[in-house]
């Protein structure tokens, strides 16, 4: 039988509150029953390419010092395109949309204000993660006094479409823009998925010890973002591999303290927030809240990015399903 993705989000709407939301609770349950299988591990592990395991923010803004508006690629996958992105007071977009994806930012300097069909426009700063629905026009533009800096995520390879009242954008590599119709049918928000999420004040400050009973930013048939917080620990044992994942990659933007990131073939990875973390699809990752860089614990979070929220995980036959 085909579902509607009307009728799929609202199964995996019916599964997130199975779940209870707890992230991976799948994986994590200690009374779930463990299976055991036979699963592909590719026997060459898939090359990083021109990502990086960890993107430094201070690394990217050196290399940016003294320009007004750069953009700096981060991730590129046949998924994904995430780049970082600076802009300047005045500086504004089309009013625009995407036709079969989201798109997603972390605002992390400066201030824009985002104005997204049949919601109230708003300005976004800091810690705000904001995300618009395929179908749906927005427009943003950096206000303020100060230029604006947002990490941006798209669908690869998939350009976005622009409102016909405005003149024909430029053409892209491979593609021309030709003036189509096409029934009105905006994706619009629901109970998982809102406009935005402001981390610093609806996150860190509502309870400062604790993770969001409302940790999903992102949930649907093709995307799962999702805030992952918690106290740091001491380094597990290089024993606990954590998992890997079959075909799909998997990245991590660090919003708060530090986290630590083993991942098969290249070792440990201590990310700081700003930082973003990436892994190929095949290799054993595993991620955890790290101690301070005074060794005491304090709250971390890393924002997960998956292509669904039933992202098969592999873990070794000795570790029971559990990281």
């Not at 303020?144 to 405005?166: C, K, M, N, W």
Request: proline share 9%.
């Amino acid at each position: 039988m085909a579902f509607s993705k009307t009728k799929t989000r609202a199964c995996l709407a019916a599964l997130a509150g199975m779940m209870c939301l707890a992230p991976l609770a799948l994986a994590q349950d200690a009374n779930a029953p463990v299976w055991y299988a036979w699963s592909p591990k590719p026997d060459v592990l898939p090359a990083y390419g021109d990502n990086r395991p960890v993107t430094r923010l201070p690394a990217v803004l050196a290399k940016h010092r003294g320009q007004k508006r750069w953009s700096e690629q981060v991730i590129a996958t046949k998924r994904y395109d995430a780049k970082w992105i600076q802009a300047q007071p005045g500086d504004k977009s089309p009013n625009m949309y995407w036709a079969d994806d989201r798109i997603f930012w972390v605002v992390w300097g400066g201030q824009i204000r985002f104005s997204i069909d049949g919601q109230q426009p708003f300005i976004a700063s800091k810690g705000f993660l904001v995300q618009v629905p395929q179908r749906t026009r927005y427009a943003m533009e950096t206000v303020g006094d100060g230029p604006s800096l947002r990490f941006e995520v798209t669908h690869a390879g998939i350009p976005p479409l622009y409102s016909g009242d405005q003149p024909r954008p430029a053409n892209v590599p491979g593609a021309h823009y030709m003036k189509i119709s096409t029934p009105t049918a905006p994706e619009g928000y629901d109970e998982l998925n809102r406009p935005y999420v402001d981390f610093l004040k609806d996150v860190v400050a509502a309870d400062p010890l604790h993770a969001p009973k409302r940790h999903f930013v992102v949930h649907d048939e093709a995307n799962l973002v999702n805030i992952i917080r918690g106290m740091g620990v001491p380094t597990p044992p290089d024993s606990n591999r954590g998992h890997f994942h079959i075909g799909d990659d998997e990245f991590w933007f660090i919003l708060e303290g530090r986290c630590d990131f083993l991942i098969e073939d290249t070792g440990l990875v201590t990310a700081d927030a700003g930082d973003i973390v990436f892994v190929p699809p095949g290799r054993f990752h595993r991620a955890s809240w790290a101690l301070g860089k005074d060794g005491k614990p304090a709250m971390a979070t890393r924002l997960s990015f998956n292509v669904s929220p039933l992202l098969f995980h592999n873990f070794a036959a000795d570790a029971a399903g559990r990281q």
